[in-house]
């Protein structure tokens, strides 16, 4: 069984910063693939940024050049860094994981997800 659990959301200012974090317990070797989404309002969820175990990253348009994603495997935690925060980053964020054979589509396919943190940007 595998375990991820997001913090590190909360309220800030438009221009601010946020640093989320995932903790993943339980059969980590079965995840070599983290990931990050969000879903605002009345929105769908859609995917933020990825990273693999070889170190590739992906991102979605709208986050690259201010958002950073980076892993510990030694802490078994996945950070999501969110600079220049927008108010059109207001969302419920969730870490996921699956295991990939060869390099991944950091978009799909997530067997295991978190439980959600929210990030609010006021303007």
């Known amino acids: 069984q595998v375990h991820l659990v997001e913090s590190g959301g909360g309220l800030v200012q438009a221009g601010g910063s946020l640093r989320l974090s995932c903790v993943v317990s339980?059969?980590?070797?079965?995840?070599?693939?983290m990931g990050w989404f969000r879903q605002a309002p009345g929105k769908e969820r859609e995917f933020v940024a990825g990273?693999?175990?070889?170190?590739?990253?992906d991102y979605a348009d709208s986050v690259k050049g201010r958002f950073t994603i980076s892993r510990d495997n030694a802490k078994n935690t996945v950070y999501l860094q969110m600079n220049s925060l927008k108010p059109e980053d207001t969302a419920v964020y969730y870490c996921?994981?699956?295991?990939?054979?060869?390099?991944?589509?950091?978009?799909?396919?997530?067997?295991?997800w978190g439980q959600g943190t929210q990030v609010t940007v006021s303007s």
């Open positions: 990273t693999w175990t070889f170190g590739t990253t």
């Open positions: 339980g059969r980590t070797f079965s995840m070599n693939t």
């Open positions: 996921a994981g699956k295991y990939s054979i060869g390099s991944p589509n950091f978009r799909n396919g997530y067997a295991y």
